[in-house]
């Protein structure tokens, strides 16, 4: 199989980033990262761009919310742009897949709701690809942990969707979601584009609607990583993150970018 490409989510430093932009972004090329996953690019392209310039750094995937109007996430209310100012930002930086990040556990309790938000992310790949875009979604462990008819709601939402659409997984969120994130990548095949690496303990109750304070360097933590990473044959690039880090996030993605270097040959 190919081997991903090594990516980190901005999400992870989404502080530093609001406090020194290019500064931040320095740092994380001075790890070696020249792939990074941007997050909240509408309203600052230009400054994201001129910073990857200047530092190396590419992002062929990015995060923005797609499907929702509003998501109430644990660091508050994100807004849906309009989608032509979404892929107009998008085509700024190069991006090639742009990926919607949440949607709220209440829309994956029955078909009905997985219906809709997979209609509504086939409608914007149709005008993704318009742009030369392709879409994707990421998940967090209540698309897991919901069962429609004793299947995952996430894999009941992978067979409504075009076959333009791709899927990140997030291994950790899938692991706290109460499934093998291995036997999933498995299941749902060539849509997955990218995996999120992320580690730290397991434990009953945890749930991205209270974000864990203990998340971990990966391979340091109970996600079984190595092996998802196995299994994750389609996947072109593997993405960083932390949630939250109680401690020098840029340390711990440097920590962990060594890993999982050295878990792919790299």
């Known amino acids: ?20 932009l290019d500064g931040s972004l320095a740092r994380l090329a001075e790890t070696g ?5 941007a997050f909240d690019f509408v309203r ?6 001129a910073s990857f310039d200047k530092h190396g750094l590419h992002s062929p995937t990015a995060h923005a919310v797609l499907v929702e109007k509003t998501a ?5 209310l994100l807004t849906r742009p309009p989608a032509e100012e979404v892929f107009a930002a998008a085509k700024v930086l190069g991006v090639e897949t742009v990926i919607d990040p949440h ?23 149709v005008q993704a690809a318009e742009q030369g875009l392709r879409v994707g979604y990421h998940n967090h462990d209540h698309e897991l942990s919901s069962l429609i008819d004793g299947t995952a ?16 997984v997030d291994l ?29 303990p397991m434990r009953p109750g945890i749930t991205s609607r209270q974000l864990p304070k203990d998340q971990a360097v990966a391979g340091t933590g109970d996600v079984p990583l190595a092996d998802a990473l196995c299994a994750a044959t389609s996947a072109r690039y593997a993405v960083l993150e932390f949630d939250h880090y ?21």
Not at 158 to 165: I, K, M, R, Y
Not at 246 to 266: P, R, V, Y
């Open 33 to 37: 990262l020249t792939t990074v996953e």
């Open 172 to 200: 950790y969120w899938a692991t706290a979601g109460g499934v093998d994130p291995a036997g999933l990548l498995q299941r749902l095949g060539d849509r997955v584009v990218a995996v999120h690496v992320k580690d730290g």
């Open 246 to 266: 109680e401690g020098d996030t840029f340390e711990a993605i440097a920590q962990s970018h060594a890993w999982l270097k050295a878990q792919l040959g790299g």
């Open 72 to 76: 109430n996430t644990p660091d508050g």
């Open 44 to 49: 600052r392209a230009d400054a994201l761009k």
């Open 103 to 125: 949607v709220r556990a209440a829309k994956w309790q029955t078909r009905e709701d997985v219906e809709r938000t997979a209609a509504r992310l086939n409608e914007v790949a």
């Open 153 to 168: 709601a996430l894999e009941v939402f992978a067979g409504l969707l075009d076959d333009s659409v791709l899927l990140e």
């Open 1 to 20: 199989m190919p081997t991903p490409e090594i990516s980190a989510q901005l999400y992870s430093i989404h502080d530093e980033l609001d406090a020194d």
